[in-house]
Every structure is written in structure tokens, then in C-alpha cells.
């Protein structure tokens, strides 16, 4: 599905002269940077400078790359770090924490990029709250605290860092003396942090995968999620929707719309509760948790190529070509308790009844971690996709039955 009728068909890998210089403002390394986009970059043919506050990491594993440290959360450090170097002919991130960024260091060179603005609400989740009711299409209650204080709130509500990812400290609280208690646990971790409350939202719980160049939007599919039980909100399996139904679709892209997303890679995730579909947050950057790696091979398209290529000004065409008939899951075996990792099966990729199988490990044997009630507890991720939903379920529930992590205190 897409938004608009333009575009002309992408070339993956197309002619030039020169090659052209990528500038990849990163963290720590992620499975969506080391195995999509560098590799994406390089069929591309693009000259790559890793920008990074964490170079060690990234010299260790993508040795062959040029890494430079710099301050990626200043985007002016950003800017004084490429204007030293060679003039860029894109500046791109899939961080949460760096687009922002990223879009202002874009526009001070003149390259296309997402909207700054755009950006700070998506990650600033108290404007996103105000942006959506100022523009009328939902209001939430919300408040933004930065001391544990009792509110008059409508109860049950959700307690979340402001600029928070991947549920870290985010927890339902039941009362005031609840959420006092759970703001002091939060603040004694995160001093300085600003914490927003706001309403709990029910229903089912799903994302919305988009790609847009500015002027067309496709529309790439999304996921029905699973959370651990309250209070907390830990994603421990994915389902690939095909499509979620237009009129839910209609009314998530015009809350994108009203935050002025539009640009490059959007997760954005939402629940559906007697048809109505509210955005829970915005992460304006493709879907991490390696579910990008999954959509690429599912749908079929050169999903990594795509994304850089908006950033270089290459026009999206009006039809991606993506596969309609695939089944897939992404499922995280978690940690239940603190402790040290005594036994994990090995990375595995096969294939049975017709399903594509890929496991890999995220913690090594031998590693101590505490509890975090987040995906910091993800032992390993589950990639399954084949083109019928019962027997994709069936196979991978059958291989993670077989598989076992002992975890000793």
C-alpha cells in the first residue's frame, strides 16, 4: 500500500561518477547499522564515516569502516566533525536518540533529511502528547513530573521516561502512592530525568512500518505485538501483519501526519481499542530488535538500500514491488531472573516445513546481568517467515521448545 502515485523505479546500485560520502551517526553497534545498513551502504557503492562516542565498538566490529569520534548527541560537535572532513552527501542515523540530531547537521548542509522539528516530537513524548491535541486528532491525558509527587490523575496510567526507549522504566501504576514510589525507584536510577505520566490506553497492541521520500509514503506492513504482564512492557513476540485494516491505517498516518512525519523510516506503534487507533510513540527510524532485517527478507525489496537512498535524494517510485504473502514472527526468549548464563543454544539457521529459521544469541555464556524488566533481558531473538501463519507458529514454538537457557543466581 502507499500514500501518492510518484516515483520512478529505484536502482539499487546507480551510476556515478564519484562515489558519494555517507556520514552514519551511531552508539553502540546494532544488528540494524552491522548487518543492514553497511552492507546496504556498501552495494551502493557509498564512501561510509561512522561518527561515534563509542568508537572502540565499532573499530572491533566493522574494522574495514571509517570510524571517528565525536559527540553525536551535539549536533553541533556533529557539524564541526564533517565540516573538517569531506563535504557529505548524506547524513543518516537509525538511533532513537540521535535524529534530531542527524536532521539538523542534514539541513545546516542542505541535504535532505527529516524535518528537526518533526524529530523532537517523536522522541520528546510530552510534546508528541501536546502536538497531536493541538492539531485535534487525540488527546491524552498526560503530566511530566521530575520528583516523586502524587497526581490527580485518571489511574491506571503509565509512568515512561520523556526521551525513553525499548520500555526502560516504563511501568503501569495503579494509584498515587504507587506512582510516587515507582517515580523515586526511576529517579534513583535516572537522576535528572523528566518522567511523563499519562492514561493508560487500551486495546491490542501493534506498529505500522513506513517508507517515505516527502511526497510518497508506502505503507510496509506492521506487527501485533506481545507484552509481558503488567506492570511491565516488555515486547516478547511479534507477528507480521500484511495489512491492518484501511480505516485503522487512515487514522494512525493522520497522526504522523499531524506531527509532520513523513520522511525516510517510521515504527511507529499504536493500539486499536474498539476501533480506534491511538499512537502509544513514534520511533521516526526503521524497526530495530533485528524485525528490519526480517521485513527485508520478507517483503523482498532492498529495504536498507531504500532507506539510504531517500537520505541521498533518491525518489522512492510508486511501487516497491513487495512480496503480499508472506507469514512471519520474531520472538525473544527473556531472562526471568537475575543471574549468570550458564547454557544457551548456538546461532542456528535451517529451514523446516517450508519455514526459514534464524536464531541468534544476544547474551554470551557467561555473562551476569541483573533483572531489567526490558529487552535488556532478551537471551536471543527467533526470525521465522514462511507463507502460512499456523506453520510458522508451529515451527518456531517446536525449536524454541527444543532449546534451553540456564541462567544460575
Known amino acids: ?51 561515534t562516542d563509542q568508537p572502540g565498538p565499532h573499530r572491533r566490529t566493522c574494522p574495514d569502516i571509517e570510524v571517528l569520534e565525536c559527540d553525536v548527541r551535539d549536533f553541533r560537535a556533529v557539524v564541526a566533525r564533517v565540516s ?47 502536538r497531536l491535541a493541538a492539531a ?17 490523575a485518571p489511574y491506571p496510567c503509565v509512568v515512561k521516561p520523556r526521551e525513553g526507549v525499548a520500555s526502560e522504566d516504563v511501568v503501569l501504576v495503579d494509584g498515587p502512592e504507587d506512582l510516587v514510589t515507582r517515580v523515586k525507584e526511576i529517579l534513583d536510577r535516572r537522576p535528572r530525568t523528566t518522567l511523563v505520566v499519562e492514561e493508560y490506553l487500551p486495546g491490542e497492541l501493534h506498529t505500522l512500518e513506513t517508507l517515505g521520500d516527502g511526497r510518497v509514503r508506502h505503507v510496509l506492513g506492521g506487527f501485533r505485538t506481545e ?47 474498539e476501533g480506534r487507533a491511538r499512537i502509544i510513540e513514534v520511533n521516526y527510524r526503521a524497526i530495530g530488535d533485528q524485525c528490519d532485517l526480517l521485513l527485508a527478507r520478507l ?17 522512492l517510485p510508486a511501487d516497491l514491488g513487495a512480496r503480499r504473502d508472506g507469514a512471519a514472527l520474531v520472538e525473544y526468549p527473556c531472562a526471568d531472573r537475575a543471574g549468570t548464563l550458564t547454557d544457551a543454544p548456538d ?45 510458522v507458529n508451529r515451527v518456531a514454538a517446536d525449536f524454541l521448545a527444543a532449546c534451553r537457557w540456564e541462567i544460575q543466581a
Open 1 to 51: 500500500m502507499s500514500q501518492g502515485s510518484r516515483g520512478t523505479p529505484f536502482d539499487p546500485a546507480p551510476s556515478r561518477k564519484t562515489a558519494m560520502r555517507l556520514y552514519l551517526l551511531a552508539l553502540n553497534p546494532t544488528d540494524s547499522v552491522t548487518e543492514g545498513f553497511l552492507p546496504a551502504a556498501a552495494r551502493l557503492g557509498l564512501d561510509v564515516t561512522v561518527l
Open 84 to 130: 573538517g572532513r569531506h563535504r557529505p552527501d548524506a547524513v543518516f542515523t537509525n538511533s532513537d536518540h540521535l535524529q534530531t540530531q542527524a536532521a539538523l547537521a542534514a539541513a545546516y548542509f542542505g541535504l535532505p533529511g527529516k524535518d528537526w522539528r518533526a524529530a523532537l516530537r517523536c522522541k520528546d513524548k510530552a510534546e508528541m502528547r501536546r
Open 136 to 152: 485535534g486528532v487525540d488527546t491524552v491525558w498526560s503530566a511530566e513530573l521530575t520528583e516523586p509527587a502524587p497526581l490527580d
Open 227 to 273: 507484552l509481558s504482564p503488567p506492570p511491565h512492557f516488555v515486547e516478547e513476540r511479534l507477528t507480521f501483519v500484511p495489512a491492518h485494516p484501511e480505516p485503522v491505517v487512515t487514522q494512525v498516518l493522520g497522526q504522523l501526519d499531524a506531527l509532520g512525519v513523513g520522511f525516510g523510516a517510521c515504527h511507529t506503534e499504536f493500539v486499536v481499542h
Open 299 to 315: 517483503l523482498g525489496i532492498p529495504l536498507f538500500e531504500l532507506v539510504l537512498g531517500t537520505h541521498l535524494g533518491e525518489p
Open 347 to 391: 546461532a542456528a539457521d535451517l529451514t523446516v516445513d517450508g519455514v526459514r529459521l534464524t536464531y541468534r544469541p544476544l547474551r554470551a555464556v557467561g555473562e551476569r546481568h541483573g533483572l531489567y524488566r526490558t529487552n535488556r533481558d532478551y537471551l536471543g531473538v527467533l526470525r521465522a517467515t514462511g507463507t502460512d501463519q499456523e506453520t
